[in-house]
């Protein structure tokens, strides 16, 4: 049962143009949403986060876009660098569970120079 | 300002053999948790831990799977006679505090496990 779900295994975009990342989740009790990049043979790094209470927030170059009534969302990156290529992690937390973060398959981004 | 630290980075075990991952949290985190990323998939939650206690264990295996975090030293995962589908990379996380809204989770470079 795949409750956060990242369609996408992989984009491929060019140096200064945006990457859009998308994930999709099933449960309406979660209210509370992360972001994490990992690059090979390192951990997840926290990139950005969105309460469901928002529909957006930003930073710097990082843009995450909420749609409750869709169960979506999305991970904006303008411009995209190649240092940005690596794997993006959709997580979720619900508000009854305490460090349980619900994970996403992960899209590998891959921007090229 | 040492980050989560993780070891060994790489484990190879023969199946049966016993399997050891050690975590030590950041300076001040106390609360520890596990997560396992089998291939070509994302990770998934194994165990939360405080000092002495286990507080979420719902993510583990029931069987041959065990966590504890000991008033002193690193957290500890073991896995007892390892099958192949343990092969996996296992992180550690660890947080101030409950994880809950702005607070997010730090995570360790992770552990391969190689069961051969």
């Known amino acids: 049962d795949q409750q956060v779900k990242q369609n996408s295994p992989s984009l491929s975009v060019q140096e200064g143009r945006i990457s859009i990342l998308n994930c999709d989740y099933t449960?309406?009790?979660?209210?509370?949403f992360l972001w994490y990049k990992k690059y090979p043979a390192e951990g997840p790094t926290f990139l950005i986060s969105i309460s469901s209470i928002k529909d957006k927030n930003e930073d710097g170059r990082f843009t995450v876009f909420l749609n409750k009534s869709a169960k979506h969302l999305s991970l904006h990156i303008v411009p995209s660098q190649p240092g940005d290529s690596a794997v993006y992690f959709c997580a979720a937390i619900g508000s009854s569970n305490t460090g349980k973060l619900i994970f996403g398959q992960g899209t590998t981004l891959q921007v090229k120079p | 300002n040492a980050g989560v630290m993780q070891n060994p980075r790489h484990l190879v075990r023969r199946r049966g053999q016993e399997a050891r991952l050690r975590c030590s949290p950041m300076k001040g985190h106390s609360h520890v948790y596990w997560y396992r990323q089998l291939p070509e998939e994302g990770l998934k939650f194994m165990v939360y831990?405080?000092?002495?206690?286990?507080?979420?264990e719902s993510g583990m295996p029931k069987e041959r799977f065990s966590a504890e975090f000991p008033k002193e030293g690193p957290s500890i995962l073991r896995i007892q006679q390892v099958v192949r589908g343990d092969s996996a990379a296992y992180f550690c996380?660890?947080?101030?505090?409950?994880?809950?809204?702005?607070?997010?989770?730090?995570f360790g470079a992770g552990s391969r496990l190689t069961v051969l």
């Open positions: 996380a660890s947080s101030p505090w409950d994880v809950y809204g702005a607070n997010v989770l730090t």
């Open positions: 831990l405080q000092k002495e206690n286990i507080i979420d």
């Open positions: 449960n309406s009790m979660f209210d509370y």
